[in-house]
């Protein structure tokens, strides 16, 4: 069977055409995944993103600018009051990026120090994010990073460069990175894009028991295939890295191999199940 680019339909990606595309270990063009840190953290929002009946939410950041979204509008004041120690109310604005849209799509801004950086590893069309952040364990009161959400990269608007008229089609729908440049190199990745209806095992990166930061990577991740991540003193034994304290984007280029393509398929259907 030929190479197919990865295609969107009209309602998303199939389902078939993406397992398809994230098995085939032979053919096809080379990979990256991006590990993206986003939501509610000790430093930005002042705590971990609730889980609310099973269900993970993550708390978009507070604004620090060009928004027009109150965490009242997206029907999150008491979570953001509660994970904030009350710090944030339903009032304040918030960066609502990645935005997830209920036709299936994601619409995720990146600027500065971070936009080089993925646009210096390579970051293009076919790509997938895969996003993760600080959540509280319901039962527990753990805190723990996990995967909450995906994006796979169908087009790449600079926004430095677009026309007007499609940058105002961004700002109409109040995407924070469309209604006033943050940077030189602001872009908006577009592509299919879900977050997860439950909080299954099978999403959490942090180890049992441990520190946030102590991650149970997947086996097909090792010394030097992650970004930021080059220090021998973060692979541990056990097929634990620690992963670093700050920074956003974290790219693993896959190449042409099998096994973080399976590994990938496993995640999306995770995401992509109902409970």
């Known amino acids: 069977m030929p190479w197919l680019p990865i295609r969107m339909t009209p309602n998303g990606l199939s389902g078939k055409r993406l397992r398809w595309a994230c098995r085939d270990p032979f053919i096809g063009p080379t990979m990256r995944i991006i590990f993206s840190r986003k939501g509610f953290d000790s430093a930005a929002g002042g705590g971990a993103s609730p889980i609310v009946d099973r269900r993970p939410i993550s708390l978009p950041i507070p604004s620090g600018g060009h928004s027009v979204t109150t965490y009242a509008d997206?029907?999150?004041?008491?979570?953001?009051?509660?994970?904030?120690?009350g710090r944030v109310t339903g009032e304040d604005f918030c960066h609502h990026d990645p935005m997830f849209r209920d036709d299936g799509t994601c619409l995720f801004g990146q600027c500065s120090a971070a936009q080089t950086h993925l646009a210096n590893q390579g970051v293009g069309i076919g790509d997938i994010f895969?996003?993760?952040?600080?959540?509280?364990?319901?039962?527990?009161?753990?805190?723990?990073?996990?995967?909450?959400?995906y994006q796979i990269i169908e087009r790449i608007v600079d926004l430095t460069?677009?026309?007007?008229?499609?940058?105002?089609?961004?700002?109409?729908?109040?995407?924070?990175?469309?209604l006033g440049l943050h940077a030189k190199n602001d872009v908006i990745y577009v592509g299919e894009g879900q977050t997860a209806r439950h909080d299954g095992a099978g999403l959490r990166l942090t180890v049992a028991g441990g520190p946030p930061s102590l991650w149970h990577r997947p086996v097909w991740l090792k010394r030097g295939g992650l970004s930021y991540h080059d220090r021998a003193d973060r692979w541990l034994r056990g097929g634990r890295l620690r992963s670093v304290a700050r920074g956003q984007e974290f790219v693993a280029n896959i190449g042409r191999r099998s096994a973080p393509r399976l590994w990938l398929d496993q995640i999306l259907t995770e995401i992509n199940r109902s409970r």
């Open 74 to 85: 997206l029907g999150l004041a008491e979570l953001a009051h509660a994970a904030s120690r």
């Open 130 to 149: 895969v996003f993760f952040g600080l959540f509280r364990e319901e039962a527990t009161g753990e805190p723990h990073h996990r995967i909450f959400g």
């Open 161 to 178: 460069q677009c026309s007007d008229t499609e940058r105002q089609k961004f700002a109409a729908i109040g995407h924070p990175h469309a």
